[in-house]
């Protein structure tokens, strides 16, 4: 009984391991299993956010991802631009975001993040933005550094 009990965790944890490179997180206590990503296109300009963090009410790091791309020339001359910034902030001050309304708060977030990281693209080494983020909407309170 005991080692069937033992593989059973085995099996637990290692499906635990392949799933956290997929940006998910099995969840062992009951709260939210999968990290929010969300994303944006603007013109010549895509970006993926992440929410980053440990469970529980720490901070939410929230890393941004932009590409520049160019589709009108594989191959050769085309060249892919990409800039990977992470902001610090903490939304669980936020009663809105702890109301089940991460996902709103993380879109509106990405939407005031990403015309100046896309901006940024145009610049030598393509640089993070640096500046106080606020979607001045479901959590205004809150900032992003
Ligand atoms: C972007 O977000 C939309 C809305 O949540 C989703 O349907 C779509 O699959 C996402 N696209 C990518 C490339 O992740
Ligand atoms: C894409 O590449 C072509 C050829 O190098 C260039 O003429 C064009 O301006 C580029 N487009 C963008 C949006 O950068
Ligand atoms: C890329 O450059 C090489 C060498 O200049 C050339 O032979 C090849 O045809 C080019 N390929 C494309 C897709 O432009």
Not at 9 to 37: F, H, M, P
Not at 85 to 112: M, R, W
Not at 134 to 142: Q, S
Request: aromatic content about 8%; glycine content about 10%; proline content about 4%.
């Amino acid at each position: 009984m005991k080692i069937v009990f033992f593989l059973v965790l085995l099996c637990i944890a290692t499906y635990c391991q392949a799933s956290d490179g997929q940006e998910e997180r099995v969840n062992w206590r009951g709260k939210r299993a999968t990290k929010i990503k969300v994303n944006l296109s603007l013109t010549n300009c895509k970006c993926n956010g992440y929410e980053r963090g440990t469970q529980g009410g720490g901070p939410r790091p929230f890393r941004v991802v932009c590409k520049k791309g160019n589709k009108t020339n594989k191959g050769n001359g085309s060249k892919k631009i990409t800039n990977d910034c992470t902001y610090t902030g903490n939304p669980h001050k936020c009663s809105d975001y702890n109301n089940k309304n991460q996902k709103k708060f993380y879109n509106e977030l990405i939407a005031v993040i990403a015309p100046k990281q896309c901006g940024n693209l145009n610049l030598a080494g393509a640089p993070c933005p640096t500046g106080t983020f606020n979607t001045k909407k479901t959590c205004k309170d809150i900032d992003y550094n």
